[in-house]
C-alpha cells in the first residue's frame, strides 16, 4: 500500500482471545512447538530487542530470579529476541559468570530464549514496530492460557524496562478471575476486595441493592465488590 509516496507495509496482530499463533523455532533449550508444547500451561512469551544491552540484562536477570515465582503458579516463562542462538548462548553464559545487579548474581536463566534472527516469529506477534526500530523487537509480553488462548498483551518501548511484579499480578489477576467468577478492580492485589459480576436483569439489580449479604458491598446497583481471602487465592490459583 502506498501513501504520500511511503510504502506502508500492513501486518496483521494477533489481539486478546485470538488463539495465539502457532511456530516452531529453535531456542537455548532445544527446539520448542508454541503453543502446543504447553497446552494445559499458562505461558507468558515475551520479546527484548537485543542480546547484549543492558536494560534487556536487568529485565533478563530479574525474569529469571523470580521464575520460580511464575513456575509456582502454574506458568512458563519464553523470552524471544532478533538474535542467533550462538549470541543468546554467549549472553546468557556473560550474565551468568559476570553480572552482579540489584543484589542478583550468579543467575542462570533456564526458559527457553527463541533465537529469531529471521523476525519470523517476531512478525507473527507483532512485536517488530517499525517506528521504534525496524530490526528489533520492542519489550512485549504475551500472557496465553493453557488452552493456547492469548489473554492479554502488553507492550513497551525500547527504553522502558518492563514491571515484573506487574506482570505477576495481570497472572494472578487472569487466574483469580477464571477460577471465582470475578472481575479485579484498579490496582487490585491478592486480599484486595473483587468485583462480582454486573447485575444482567432488573431483578437481580433489585434483589443486590435490597440485600443484606454482609459479604457483599453494593455502590450502586452495577457495581458491587465482595470480599475474596489471598489465602483462598494462594490455594487455588497458586500451587505453594
Ligand atoms: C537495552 O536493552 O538496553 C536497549 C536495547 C535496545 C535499545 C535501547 C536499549
Known sequence: MEQNN????????PRIGDKAPEFKAVTTQGEINYPS????????????????TPVCTSEFMT???????FNDAGCELIGLSIDGLYSHIAWLRTIKEKIEYKGMKNIEVKFPLIE???????????MIMPGEDSTKA????????PQGIIRTIIYYPLSLGRNFDELYR????????D?????TPADWQPGDDVIVPTA???????????????EMDCKDWFFCTKKLDKEEIMNRVVKK
Open 138 to 145: 520492542v519489550r512485549a509480553v504475551f500472557f496465553v492460557d
Open 170 to 177: 495481570v497472572l494472578i489477576g487472569l487466574k483469580t478471575a
Open 200 to 214: 444482567g436483569s432488573c431483578g437481580t439489580a433489585k434483589e443486590r441493592m435490597e440485600s443484606d449479604d454482609e
Open 179 to 183: 477460577e471465582f467468577g470475578v472481575a
Open 37 to 52: 508444547d504447553y497446552k494445559g500451561k499458562w505461558s507468558i512469551l515475551f520479546s527484548h530487542p537485543a542480546d547484549f
Open 6 to 13: 511511503q510504502e506502508i507495509k500492513v501486518v496483521s496482530m
Open 63 to 69: 525474569f529469571a530470579h523470580m521464575e520460580q515465582k
Open 116 to 126: 529469531d534472527i529471521t523476525m519470523e516469529v517476531a512478525e507473527k506477534y507483532g
